[in-house]
């Protein structure tokens, strides 16, 4: 099942899930494509997203409702992305870290990633999902549609960093958390900002860094999951972005 040249066009084009109207961005390196997803199946469907979906309405699209649902376990990242906006974003929510209303900002509320409610904005550097980040992540289908991995990510890279640069600064959002320690070098070009002139969060082990673009707060954090990043991180964090 092949893509027509609009039909990867689209798909390569597309920016994330929410508003860029929103008080928070979190900026990430790839979605997970799941494994028992063909990829094709996924192409077809992704090929007729928009710029920017409501993160509801394209997971029932993909066939995903059941994510939506209860039926399946959320994704950790979805859920520590609720507990950092409940935070942000509801003065004296003490219980941030509650497991529980932060599944209910995802399922019940449909606040995460919702072109309704204007509060997060989730956005990729790279539109295509990908089963890891491992060489089997990049099945025979993303080679037939995309090329070579390391080529089609600098592509990528290229023509995405100035324009998600361009975003930021034309929508400017409240806070911009760009998540996954690996990556963090890619995410200062897009704010243009140097990792040296960003501060870390003492307490994080290294983990936690933070800058100020005028009424903009960058965030650095480790991956989402994976007990990369704690609760006792996000007390840390919270504290620095108090003072």
Same mark, same amino acid.
């Given at each position: 099942?092949?893509?027509?040249?609009?039909?990867?066009? &689209?798909?390569? !084009?597309?920016?994330?899930?929410?508003?860029?109207?929103?008080?928070?961005?979190?900026?990430?390196?790839?979605?997970?494509?799941?494994?028992?997803?063909?990829?094709?199946?996924?192409?077809?469907?992704?090929? &007729?997203?928009?710029?920017?979906?409501?993160?509801?309405? =394209?997971?029932?699209?993909?066939?995903?409702?059941?994510?939506?649902?209860?039926?399946?376990?959320?994704?950790?990242?979805?859920?520590?992305?609720?507990?950092? =906006?409940?935070?942000?974003?509801?003065?004296? =929510?003490?219980?941030? !870290?509650?497991?529980?209303?932060?599944?209910?900002?995802?399922?019940?509320?449909?606040? +995460?990633?919702? +072109?309704?409610?204007?509060?997060?904005? %989730?956005?990729?550097?790279?539109?295509?999902? =990908?089963?890891? &980040?491992?060489?089997?992540?990049?099945?025979?289908?993303?080679?037939?549609?995309?090329?070579?991995?390391?080529?089609?990510?600098?592509?990528?890279?290229?023509?995405?960093?100035? !324009?998600?640069?361009?975003?930021?600064?034309?929508?400017?959002?409240?806070?911009?958390?760009?998540?996954?320690?690996?990556?963090?070098?890619?995410?200062?070009?897009?704010?243009?900002?140097?990792?040296?002139?960003?501060?870390?969060?003492?307490?994080?082990?290294? &983990?936690?860094?933070?800058?100020?673009?005028?009424?903009?707060?960058?965030?650095?954090?480790?991956?989402?999951?994976?007990?990369?990043?704690?609760?006792?991180?996000?007390?840390? %964090?919270?504290?620095?972005?108090?003072?």
């Amino acid at each position: 099942m092949g893509l027509t040249k609009g039909e990867k066009e &689209r798909l390569l !084009s597309f920016l994330g899930y929410g508003r860029l109207s929103a008080q928070i961005w979190f900026l990430g390196m790839e979605e997970k494509l799941p494994r028992d997803v063909k990829p094709d199946k996924e192409f077809q469907t992704r090929s &007729r997203f928009g710029p920017t979906m409501d993160l509801y309405e =394209a997971h029932r699209l993909l066939s995903r409702f059941n994510l939506l649902t209860g039926e399946r376990n959320l994704s950790r990242v979805w859920i520590w992305m609720a507990k950092l =906006a409940r935070k942000l974003l509801y003065e004296g =929510a003490c219980d941030w !870290s509650n497991l529980e209303k932060a599944k209910d900002y995802v399922r019940v509320d449909k606040k +995460l990633g919702s +072109l309704r409610h204007k509060e997060t904005f %989730l956005i990729e550097f790279f539109p295509v999902p =990908a089963c890891s &980040r491992g060489k089997r992540g990049w099945t025979k289908s993303h080679k037939r549609h995309f090329g070579k991995r390391a080529k089609y990510e600098e592509e990528q890279r290229l023509s995405r960093i100035p !324009s998600i640069k361009s975003l930021v600064f034309r929508h400017k959002p409240r806070y911009l958390i760009a998540y996954g320690k690996e990556h963090w070098r890619y995410y200062c070009k897009v704010v243009g900002l140097p990792e040296n002139e960003f501060e870390l969060v003492r307490g994080t082990r290294n &983990r936690v860094k933070v800058a100020r673009l005028g009424e903009m707060c960058v965030v650095l954090l480790p991956f989402l999951g994976n007990g990369r990043f704690s609760h006792e991180d996000g007390e840390k %964090l919270f504290e620095e972005l108090k003072s």
